[in-house]
């Protein structure tokens, strides 16, 4: 790492140091738990309940979802990226109803992106809908 | 103290214009709202309501937040009771018996002893909070930084060891918290740490990203991954939300109890509202005539856990405002919002933003009377929410989610580091790792560096000042026994049981 030059007693590594040798003692605190047979619990349950399998096709859907928001949203604007995210984790969380989902989808992403744009004056990427929905500001 | 109560008749003052009164009842609306909905909590709904700092002013964001902070408090009661999943940690408990007492078709008397315990416990432990908090201001003019060092190691210890199930798994979430917080350029030298050559990561990991991935995005993720597609089912309420004289003769002493373990607890760093409330239950218990009942709907087992809840949201706020430091995830929100404004909690608060402080205080006690008045006759409004189906419940609070870490900076890497951290919660989640701590150490770890280096600078780098003077002695002394302490109990049940 570059330090650069001053003069103040304490060099801006020392206390990332101490951290680093923290972090290293709980983590080796943590790996001799783990050894000894304590796996952790999701909050909730008890230590002796039978494992929850995961159901990774419904996280790999919402993270999908969250994604894609990601992406979208300064390629194609907020409300068609807010759209993908709403539709996509209630669809994840078993939601069957494509077209119904898809209208409250865009009702929530119009309501959200009009509240915050001229209700509280926040900018939001408007990608394709410029100069339809923007106002002429 | 007779200067506080003109004070406080100021801030009243302040808290009763329009516009205030306006955000406050807004506030303990939405508190009470998200405290309702499960999966979305008080620290999650400030953070997610950030951005209006740039719009609106201090006093008003302030109260509203406030607002949200005890609304919540009331809301999550309501879930609990009705649906047995909490709506927010401190209602863990009064799920045990509410949801008992609601299944044997009580569900009205339980709600109004959360309500009314709620309004009691709230109201005593804010007045406790109107003259505690500038006596402890006052106080703390004296401490010196590595005083403040000593207090924030403490509060590092007490939030990583108290909560959940296993302390090691605390520290662990601490440890991750203090190396997010590192990121970025070093306040005094600009030297850039952690930030990999990334341009976007030089101003640091925001707090609000952090809060906002780990609990909106991080909970969506883990719910959707043990997903079961069965609907919860919500009880019905029978007859009127109140309850009979006898119902009030059972649960007097219990809120009032709660109000005496729930505010202290709150003021010393326990980590939030888990363990008042657990206690309270265990006193509650112990100390009732109906033992029996116990476990099938005691009206003692949401009575306290219920007052202790809201004592302690006031009690948290106590070392918020008079040392700056935050000891649960909802008051780590509430100072970024003040930092937000640049206002910096701490000594000095009562005495630079008088305004401010004491109109948050004042607003404080209305918006409890306003939860009393608007949640009991409001309560099927708010049963209705309850049937919102999951689905359309965390697609919306995702998409919102995703919105508060965005619109803060208007930064898509912002987004990136949420979706990061959003599976690093959900990991949490997965293995039983508790989240506050990890919200405490990326807020108090640069407060601690920061102290940490004024102690160094004062002594000319003589590291004996950190335990010079009497005060940093006591607080390490106490550190020492929130360590032993547990160790030694957990060697004596042992020795116990192999004997």
């Known amino acids: ?137 | 103290m007779a200067n506080n109560f003109a004070m406080l008749l100021d801030g009243f003052q302040t808290a009763f214009t329009p516009t205030n009164l306006m955000f406050g009842l807004l506030g303990t609306f939405l508190g009470t709202l998200v405290g309702v909905l499960p999966g979305i909590g008080p620290a999650l709904a400030i953070g997610l309501l950030l951005p209006i700092t740039m719009t609106v002013n201090p006093t008003s964001a302030l109260i509203m937040f406030a607002a949200i902070y005890y609304g919540a408090m009331y809301g999550g009661s309501t879930t609990s009771i009705l649906l047995n999943t909490p709506g927010e940690s401190g209602s863990v408990i009064t799920a045990l018996e509410g949801n008992k007492m609601a299944k044997a078709g009580r569900a009205g008397a339980a709600l109004a002893t959360a309500a009314i315990g709620s309004f009691v416990a709230g109201t005593i432990a804010t007045l406790l909070l109107a003259f505690g908090a500038p006596a402890m201001a006052e106080l703390a003019l004296t401490i010196q930084p590595a005083g403040y060092l000593a207090l924030i190691i403490l509060a590092f210890a007490t939030v990583g060891t108290l909560l959940g199930s296993s302390r090691i798994r605390g520290l662990v979430a601490l440890s991750v918290g203090l190396v997010i917080g590192l990121i970025g350029a070093d306040l005094q030298s600009g030297a850039l740490r952690l930030t990999f050559g990334n341009l976007n990561a030089i101003d640091g990991i925001e707090t609000v990203t952090v809060i906002v991935a780990i609990f909106a995005l991080g909970e969506a993720l883990y719910l959707a991954s043990r997903h079961t597609l069965v609907p919860a089912q919500v009880l019905e309420i029978r007859g009127k939300a109140w309850m009979t004289k006898a119902d009030f003769q059972r649960s007097w002493k219990p809120w009032l109890r709660g109000t005496a373990i729930g505010f202290p607890l709150g003021v010393v760093p326990a980590g939030g509202s888990e363990v008042p409330t657990f206690l309270s239950y265990g006193v509650e218990k112990a100390l009732s005539k109906n033992k029996s009942e116990f476990g099938k709907g005691a009206i003692e087992g949401v009575a306290g856990p219920e007052a202790a809840n809201n004592a302690n949201a006031a009690g948290v706020l106590v070392p918020m405002l008079a040392l700056g430091l935050p000891t649960s995830a909802t008051a780590a929100v509430v100072l970024v919002a003040f930092q937000s404004f640049n206002i910096q909690p701490g000594p000095m608060l009562f005495q630079t933003n008088p305004e401010i402080v004491w109109g948050l205080i004042a607003s404080l006690f209305i918006g409890n009377f306003l939860l009393l008045v608007l949640n009991l006759p409001l309560i099927r409004f708010w049963v209705l929410l309850l049937k919102i189906p999951s689905h359309y419940l965390y697609a919306g609070i995702t998409t919102f989610a995703l919105l508060g870490a965005y619109a803060l900076n208007n930064s898509t890497f912002d987004l990136q580091v949420a979706l990061a951290i959003g599976l690093l919660g959900f990991l949490f989640r997965r293995f039983g790792v508790p989240i506050t701590p990890l919200i405490i150490g990326v807020i108090l770890g640069p407060l601690a560096e920061l102290y940490f280096k004024r102690a160094l600078q004062i002594s000319q780098g003589d590291w004996n000042i950190l335990i010079a003077g009497g005060f940093p002695k006591v607080i390490y002394g106490l550190l020492f026994l929130v360590i032993i302490g547990p160790l030694v109990w957990n060697f004596k049940k042992k020795f116990a049981v192999k004997k």
């Not at chain 1, 590594?13 to 951290?19: G, S």
């Not at chain 1, 999908?64 to 669809?91: D, K, Q």
């Not at chain 1, 009009?114 to 923007?134: D, K, M, V």
């Open chain 1, 1 to 137: 790492m570059d330090i650069p030059q001053d003069n103040s007693i304490i060099s801006p590594q020392t206390f990332p140091y101490m951290v680093a040798a923290f972090a290293s003692l709980v983590g080796l605190a943590l790996i001799i738990n783990i050894l000894r047979g304590n796996y952790g619990v999701p909050d909730g349950d008890a230590p002796g309940d039978p494992f929850t399998p995961l159901n990774l096709r419904t996280m790999v859907i919402v993270s999908t979802a969250i994604a894609l928001h990601v992406i979208l949203l300064e390629i194609a604007g907020y409300i068609v990226a807010a759209i993908a995210c709403f539709w996509g984790v209630a669809y994840g969380f078993g939601s069957r109803k494509p077209l119904k989902d898809l209208g409250i989808s865009t009702v929530f992403a119009l309501i959200v992106y009009f509240a915050f744009t001229q209700g509280l004056n926040i900018n939001l990427p408007s990608g394709f809908f410029e100069g339809i929905l923007s106002n002429g500001k």
